[in-house]
């Protein structure tokens, strides 16, 4: 493992994982947040961690009802799974104490891509330690802490990275892609396309399948698969605002 500067945590994933474990104390689920952030630290050989959570609010819930199934929830008169929010809010509050960082209005995902960003433009040597594929568009040194795997993502396998889940979406947090259109013929559509080119073949099939509403509909699924590059951005973006970051 090379040595870097600084070691960027997204907590957030660290947190679920832990708070599915039912069967143990809050005493001993800090337990386990203390010694993953203490692998991850060991692990990267970074100089300096900073983590990141989960704060409150999140400007995706404005773009659409339906991100991460909050309208099914609203609907719902129940918390389906009232203790595991609890153990979530519990661990979450236990990390801030410490002194880990919250952003209110976005994810701990845009935190620690935002904080890369910085870190890209400063030229400091950072590595991002998550297991979200989310934060596999952001350019850099990444490290998978479940599977100890360290990978680069440079700029343009981001971009491609980006450009597939537009076509696919992502179910795990109820965002609409193309119906019918799978991460194989993603792969395929965007096959030899130059990246220069790329976001153009995705608008052209966007308009294929929904030429009525095309660009609302995409215009949705980039404000919730896109990273935030910067602390102003917490809002509904236009693709053309954010294209000279990606």
Known sequence: MKPFDICFVDADSLIYRIALKSDVTLKKAKEYY?????????????????????????????????????????????????????????LNNYAYSLGHFASDNCEADDVVSIWAQEALDAGVNFVIAHIDKDIDMVEGWHYNFTKKTLYFIDSDLGWLK??????????????????????????????????????????????????????????????????RRTWDGFRRLTIEETLDAT
Not at 56 to 84: A, H, I, M, T, W
């Open 34 to 90: 203390d010694k993953e952030i203490e692998n991850i630290e060991w692990d990267t050989c970074a100089a300096e961690v900073k983590v990141a959570l989960k704060g409150k609010g999140n400007f995706r819930y404005d773009v659409s009802d339906d991100y991460k199934g909050q309208r099914k929830l609203k609907e719902q008169e129940q918390d389906p799974k009232p203790e595991l929010t609890k153990r979530r809010k519990q």
């Open 162 to 227: 980006m450009c597939l889940q537009m076509l696919t979406g992502d179910s795990t947090d109820n965002i609409q892609g193309i119906k019918g259109i799978g991460p194989k013929k993603a792969e395929k559509l965007l096959a030899d396309v130059p990246r220069a080119d790329m976001l153009a073949k995705v608008r052209e099939v966007w308009q294929e399948h929904h030429p009525d509403d095309w660009h609302d509909r995409l215009e949705v699924c980039w404000n919730l698969l896109y990273m």
